[in-house]
């Protein structure tokens, strides 16, 4: 059986299933392996997990730890309440106009932090007079209809991982932002922030940067250096403001206090960096890489709930899913008429019932003829995410905004 246990429930001669922590703040080569001596249990405890799964059949056992299918329960029911909160308005547009400005926008994106990237690696100063314009259309995007933009964020090669994920960070944090209903001109400093957040990478070697497989201890040491060499660049930036700073300066921050550089905690975070760490540990967990399969966009914010009792602000992390939905625009999920679809808007009155596109019926096993579903109205409903690749289709096809 697959249980949760707490860390300091952990044994020699326990079997972890699942470390339950996000991928990048760990440097085990599998996250599932035997507890076998003293210096196993003691790199465990040192990752700063606070819970973590066990299977009993493999090891030992922790009687009264709750099953995993009982902690699931606690999950679904904290997102059936997050469903049904309301968000801010968003003003009326043409979904097809903002679909067309929205690809062009991405487009435009991934150039200017690859040149901007590449300036730094030369050793150039960032100059915010290119940014700027960018960031204000990616609010001004996200304000007029977030559903245009955010289902782009999943398209991302493995040769532009490290350029998207700072535009997706940049576009999901102003999402979360304005959520908060922070003011327009706070939003925009976040926006910054979020998109020159990893621009220390800059200064990692490549060959690190961008290696096939698990990294060594001092290539570990090397990639979250990365950090404190965003905020020297920042800090060296005529005109950054404070917000923006504080966003990459802390994205790696944990609300327990175990995250890095400065192991800060609670309210030692900005508001910001708290932000930040939630955007950005979902952008990674969902993102393809070479050594790395990105998850379902429900299945992480489900383990992003798990993560907030200890590493995230929980109203932040419940803000957060309101923010892009329960079932994100552009995630396929499964129907009880047994077929799948593709996420094309988010209702907002019910955020476990958004507009869909039929596209496979999973009894013949073959696509349909393409159809809109507004589950709102219908008796039909979403039984589970499911997995693109697990189906062999590709999402750039039936993504919204790519249509």
Same mark, same amino acid.
């Given at each position: 059986?697959?249980?949760?246990?707490?860390?300091?429930?952990?044994?020699?001669?326990?079997?972890?299933?699942?470390?339950?922590?996000?991928?990048?703040?760990?440097?085990?080569?599998?996250?599932?392996?035997?507890?076998?001596?003293? /210096?196993?249990?003691? &790199?465990? +405890?040192?990752?700063?997990?606070?819970?973590?799964? *066990?299977?009993?059949?493999?090891? #030992? =056992? @922790?009687?009264?730890?709750?099953?995993?299918?009982?902690?699931?329960?606690?999950?679904?029911?904290?997102?059936?309440?997050?469903?049904?909160?309301?968000?801010?308005?968003?003003?009326?547009?043409?979904?097809? /106009?903002?679909?067309? &400005?929205? +690809?062009?926008?991405?487009?435009?994106?991934?150039? *200017?932090?690859?040149?901007?990237? #590449? =300036? @730094?690696?030369?050793?150039?100063?960032?100059?915010?007079?290119?940014?700027?314009?960018?960031?204000?259309?990616?609010?001004?995007?996200?304000?007029?209809?977030?559903?245009?933009?955010?289902?782009?964020?999943?398209?991302?090669?493995?040769?532009?991982?490290?350029?998207?994920?700072?535009?997706?960070?940049?576009?999901?944090?102003?999402?979360?932002?304005?959520?908060?209903?922070?003011?327009?001109?706070?939003?925009?400093?976040?926006?910054?922030?979020?998109?020159?957040?990893?621009?220390?990478?800059?200064?990692?070697?490549?060959?690190?940067?961008?290696?096939?497989?698990?990294?060594?201890?001092?290539?570990?040491?090397?990639?979250?250096?990365?950090?404190?060499?965003?905020?020297?660049?920042?800090?060296?930036?005529?005109?950054?403001?404070?917000?923006?700073?504080?966003?990459?300066?802390?994205?790696?921050?944990?609300?327990?206090?175990?995250?890095?550089?400065?192991?800060?905690?609670?309210?030692?975070?900005?508001?910001?960096?708290?932000?930040?760490?939630?955007?950005?540990?979902?952008?990674?967990?969902?993102?393809?890489?070479?050594?790395?399969?990105?998850?379902?966009?429900?299945?992480?914010?489900?383990?992003?709930?798990?993560?907030?009792?200890?590493?995230?602000?929980?109203?932040?992390?419940?803000?957060?899913?309101?923010?892009?939905?329960?079932?994100?625009?552009?995630?396929?999920?499964?129907?009880?008429?047994?077929?799948?679809?593709?996420?094309?808007?988010?209702?907002?009155?019910?955020?476990?019932?958004?507009?869909?596109?039929?596209?496979?019926?999973?009894?013949?096993?073959?696509?349909?003829?393409?159809?809109?579903?507004?589950?709102?109205?219908?008796?039909?409903?979403?039984?589970?995410?499911?997995?693109?690749?697990?189906?062999?289709?590709?999402?750039?096809?039936?993504?919204?905004?790519?249509?």
């Amino acid at each position: 059986m697959i249980k949760l246990i707490r860390i300091e429930q952990l044994a020699r001669g326990m079997f972890i299933h699942d470390l339950n922590c996000d991928w990048i703040d760990h440097d085990f080569v599998l996250s599932r392996f035997l507890v076998k001596d003293a /210096a196993t249990l003691a &790199r465990v +405890r040192a990752i700063g997990v606070r819970e973590l799964y *066990i299977d009993t059949a493999r090891g #030992g =056992d @922790v009687a009264d730890a709750p099953s995993a299918d009982e902690a699931a329960r606690e999950v679904d029911a904290t997102l059936d309440r997050i469903a049904t909160t309301r968000p801010t308005e968003e003003l009326a547009i043409s979904p097809e /106009a903002e679909r067309y &400005r929205a +690809r062009r926008l991405h487009g435009e994106a991934r150039r *200017i932090v690859r040149d901007m990237m #590449g =300036d @730094v690696r030369l050793g150039k100063q960032i100059e915010l007079e290119k940014i700027e314009p960018l960031v204000e259309n990616i609010v001004a995007s996200i304000f007029r209809k977030s559903d245009a933009l955010l289902p782009l964020l999943h398209l991302k090669d493995h040769d532009d991982y490290t350029f998207m994920h700072s535009v997706s960070v940049c576009a999901l944090m102003t999402s979360f932002a304005r959520t908060l209903e922070l003011p327009r001109e706070v939003i925009h400093e976040i926006s910054i922030g979020a998109l020159l957040h990893d621009v220390g990478k800059a200064k990692v070697p490549e060959d690190i940067l961008n290696k096939p497989g698990k990294l060594t201890d001092a290539e570990f040491d090397a990639m979250k250096s990365h950090v404190v060499q965003s905020k020297i660049i920042l800090q060296n930036t005529p005109g950054i403001s404070e917000i923006a700073l504080a966003v990459a300066a802390q994205h790696h921050e944990r609300f327990d206090g175990t995250g890095y550089p400065n192991r800060l905690a609670g309210d030692g975070i900005s508001l910001y960096g708290q932000m930040a760490a939630i955007v950005d540990v979902y952008d990674a967990i969902t993102s393809n890489r070479v050594y790395h399969q990105g998850m379902p966009p429900t299945l992480a914010l489900r383990k992003l709930l798990e993560w907030s009792k200890f590493h995230f602000a929980p109203k932040l992390v419940h803000a957060f899913i309101r923010s892009i939905g329960i079932y994100p625009t552009g995630s396929l999920v499964s129907l009880q008429s047994k077929a799948l679809a593709v996420v094309q808007e988010q209702n907002p009155d019910n955020l476990l019932k958004p507009r869909v596109l039929v596209i496979f019926d999973l009894q013949q096993r073959c696509y349909t003829t393409p159809r809109e579903l507004n589950l709102a109205d219908s008796s039909d409903a979403i039984v589970e995410h499911e997995d693109f690749a697990q189906w062999q289709i590709d999402p750039a096809r039936w993504i919204p905004a790519t249509a």
